[in-house]
């Protein structure tokens, strides 16, 4: 298999690094298991179908990748246990077949859309009995599960619980084998209760290319396993807000703030693995060497010492407990965190962490306002969210209000959860830290400040300004419109901007979808016309609804297209999911990942890559949290933050933060409703992607399908306009995610966002465009619901966004 040089590199960059992403979760020391080991059972439903990543728009077409199989066989094992694997496959491949010929005949009795029913459909795990006998000494078992775009998971068996079959084979083989590894090859937690007597069990996670080298070579002691939890596992009727979660109409985020560890550590709720939480091969210790600050900035050292027999890394946390006041408030919350390198054995580093308290207010909603109210903050080095310790405390003198903003007008008919207070007496002799109103910097924030108009816009008609406000489309593109590949420039992008405007040197900016890598079609030719995808441009779970005569025109076609020209190749490198590379609590490898996608942009002619997405893990059932990066807003904005600025530094490049908010489910997700208070809001939901904005200003944000109390968050000026642009300062382009007629479920509550509201509303560009947009716009533009100066407004955008990304003609002239 020939590897082209950026291939390589690629590979190289990921092999370097992705171990950080996979996470211990028990050990009793059997592993690693050292080089001499040469024969491995290995077992489980991923150890030859092994999951590079989710479905949808995160799956990326990469020319190889390894299964845990593999992997294995790589590292030069015998598998002992072929005639299984075998034997797996068989009744994997029935239950296939049976699956989607079930879902081919509901949908035909239901009279539905073959696409929609395909997209996210997930098997569970079937049942089956394949003998199990010892082979060897050593065992592996990798459970895997699969989720994606437009499907949640279930709390059943096979999906968020263990099957029957999984339960048994598990036990069976941790009592025959000598030494035994559960593999978790999972984008988010499963249920381990039935199993906790296992001794060893690894979250290999979804890593991408490299998924089952990686596993062998953590397990073989090659490499070793040093991330941390950035959700918590537990079971699912422990969760708070469980029962809120995947209705088709309204969605109540009863639970406010407290999401995840804020509400397990808030309560005294115990997790089966809290947020945070991670073993190593080997141990440490860790203390605070110095603590300082420098107006509202808090620095510190923390000196870590390895103090077993292995090298590794260790990632440090550190969380805060705020006083009470007059808002109730989470018992902790990560206020910072950072990646050691490679400690030795007995050796120590120390290891530098900041954070800024004007970060770390409550948001008053009586008074429209982030305060940091008067007390002592009690900082905290942890573990984890349940295990931590004092080692500081903050002083506040008096109450602080940090930013004014403007009220939005939404009002819940519920009140948020709030748990009892916990009181804690610290140690006196802590060092203490006293600040005062003046250490911390205040701001009240203008609103409605002037949009500035390119003076090319004001030459365009009504009717070139409704074109520039939405994508460039193709009428008779429907069916792969719907799942991502409505881009003519590049085969298998997802869309571009309107492309009637070169001769005004406004070329289209061009789109490609995949957070994991980028989504394109592997092979491609083309001609005068333009460019044509080799092969079916879908993924296999939409093959597998599709009428054989139908699927038969579509093979015929792809091969007339191509025969007698050149075919072209744009494979992309499959990175780790979001959620694994935020397990590595490593900025850099973030920033890294992000490099490797920026390159394969410019290789293959991408401008905006649709990521990352960093929506919040509100619900462990959202299918796609494996896209997401944590349950907490720090980890989430610092991340997309990181990948941003490593995408960005390619010239021309730029990502698409997204979905722009409160998008936290897949059921009926174009038109569900999130019905939360303003601080949940503003202190969860948005607070991420205000840190990317501020840190990185990403070239695009994607607003999300879901409407906020009541209306579609494309809609929305106040959040569009008003906090995104006013409160962060935000520059860049907006746009909507791939708005498609007929996606939402027939009967529900609210219908589909309008086309002149979203263009009103401060969204510049509505995706993926189609002909009934451009009519609902045009009619929008003469009944009044949006102004020509408003469109002038979001065009301009759009020809800066193209400047910024160097496709603008006349400007490449005169440079020339």
């Not at 007496?425 to 250490?439: F, G, K, M």
């Not at 007698?564 to 397990?583: F, L, R, S």
């Amino acid at each position: 298999m020939k590897l082209y040089d950026y291939e390589l590199d690629h590979y190289e960059t990921l092999e370097a690094c992705v171990d950080e992403c996979t996470v211990l979760l028990k050990s009793n020391g059997d592993f690693p298991i050292g080089e001499s080991v040469k024969d491995i059972a290995l077992y489980g439903n991923g150890a030859r179908r092994t999951i590079k990543g989710g479905t949808g728009s995160g799956e990326v077409n990469s020319r190889f990748f390894y299964t845990v199989e593999e992997g294995f066989r790589e590292a030069k094992a015998n598998i002992m246990t072929t005639k299984w694997l075998d034997e797996y496959d068989r009744v994997f491949m029935d239950a296939q077949k049976k699956f989607y010929d079930d879902l081919k005949a509901k949908v035909r009795a239901e009279h539905g859309n073959v696409i929609f029913a395909a997209m996210g459909a997930v098997m569970p795990e079937p049942e089956y009995d394949i003998e199990i006998r010892k082979e060897c000494d050593t065992a592996v078992y990798v459970l895997s599960r699969i989720s994606g775009e437009g499907s949640d998971r279930n709390n059943i068996k096979g999906d968020i619980q263990l099957s029957d079959t999984e339960v048994r084979d598990i036990l069976r083989i941790n009592s025959l084998y000598k030494k035994f590894m559960l593999v978790l090859n999972v984008g988010g937690p499963v249920d381990l209760t039935p199993v906790s007597e296992v001794k060893n069990i690894l979250l290999l996670s979804q890593l991408g290319l490299l998924t089952g080298k990686t596993c062998a070579d953590i397990i073989y002691g090659r490499r070793s396993p040093s991330g941390r939890l950035t959700t918590t596992w537990a079971r699912y009727e422990d969760y708070m807000g469980a029962n809120e979660f995947g209705a088709v109409d309204d969605t109540r985020y009863k639970e406010g703030v407290y999401v995840g560890y804020r509400y397990f550590t808030s309560t005294g709720t115990k997790a089966i693995f809290p947020f945070g939480y991670g073993l190593s091969y080997t141990t440490f210790d860790e203390k605070l060497t110095d603590i300082a600050s420098e107006g509202s900035l808090i620095k510190m050292h923390i000196n870590v010492t390895n103090t077993g027999e292995l090298a590794a890394k260790k990632a440090v946390q550190i969380y805060l407990t705020p006083p009470a006041g007059k808002l109730d408030k989470p018992y902790v919350s990560l206020a910072a965190f950072a990646k050691t390198g490679k400690i030795g054995p007995g050796k120590s580093v120390n290891t530098y962490l900041a954070f800024d308290m004007a970060d770390q207010t409550s948001y008053d909603e009586a008074e429209s306002s982030y305060i940091l109210e008067k007390g002592d903050y009690i900082v905290r080095l942890g573990e984890n969210a349940e295990d931590t310790r004092p080692i500081a405390v903050i002083n506040l003198s008096e109450t602080v209000v940090v930013k004014k903003v403007k009220s939005l007008a939404d009002k819940t008919d519920f009140a948020d959860f709030k748990p009892q207070p916990i009181e804690e007496e610290v140690d006196s002799d802590l060092p203490v830290i006293r600040l005062t109103p003046e250490d911390i910097p205040t701001k009240t924030i203008t609103y409605g400040k002037e949009r500035p108009i390119e003076p090319l816009i004001k030459e365009l008609t009504d009717e070139e300004l409704t074109y520039m406000n939405i994508g460039a489309f193709d009428p008779k593109g429907q069916a792969l419109t719907i799942i991502g590949n409505a881009a003519q420039s590049v085969a298998g992008a997802a869309g571009e901007t309107c492309g009637l405007f070169k001769s005004k040197g406004v070329n289209p900016l061009i789109m490609a979808d995949g957070p994991a890598g980028l989504r394109l079609c592997k092979e491609y030719v083309k001609d005068a016309k333009g460019v044509y995808p080799v092969g079916l441009p879908i993924p296999e779970s939409f093959i597998a609804m599709i009428p054989k005569p139908a699927l038969w025109l579509l093979k015929l076609n792809s091969k007339r297209v191509s025969r007698g020209k050149i075919v072209h190749e744009q494979y992309a490198t499959a990175i780790p999911i979001g959620t694994a590379i935020a397990q590595s609590f490593n900025i850099e490898l973030a920033i890294r990942c992000g490099d490797i996608v920026g390159d394969e942009m410019k290789r293959f002619g991408i401008h905006l890559w649709l990521a990352p997405a960093l929506n919040i893990h509100r619900n462990i059932r959202c299918g796609r949290n494996f896209e997401y990066f944590s349950e907490d807003p720090l980890i989430s904005g610092e991340m997309a933050a990181a990948i941003t600025r490593g995408v960005q530094e390619h010239e021309g490049r730029g990502v698409t933060i997204k979905h722009y908010c409160a998008n936290n489910q897949e059921t009926n997700r174009y038109a569900n409703n999130s019905i939360m208070s303003e601080r949940t809001l503003r202190e969860l939901y948005l607070r991420g992607f205000e840190i990317c904005v501020t840190k990185s200003q990403p070239v695009a944000l994607m607003s999300s399908y879901n409407l906020l109390n009541g209306v579609h968050t494309s809609e929305r000026k106040d959040i569009t306009e008003g906090i995104l642009r006013d409160e962060w300062g935000y520059e860049g382009l907006v746009m909507t995610d791939w708005i498609i007629s007929g996606g939402t479920v027939s009967s529900g509550r609210y219908s589909e966002p309008n086309p002149a509201r979203i263009a009103a509303s401060g969204n510049d560009v509505m995706m993926p465009g189609s002909q009934a947009d451009l009519d609902k716009l045009r009619e929008g533009l003469k009944n009044g619901i949006v102004t020509r100066n408003q469109l002038e407004i979001n065009a301009s955008r759009i020809i800066r966004c193209a400047r910024r990304l160097g496709v603008m003609e006349e400007e490449k002239a005169v440079q020339t």
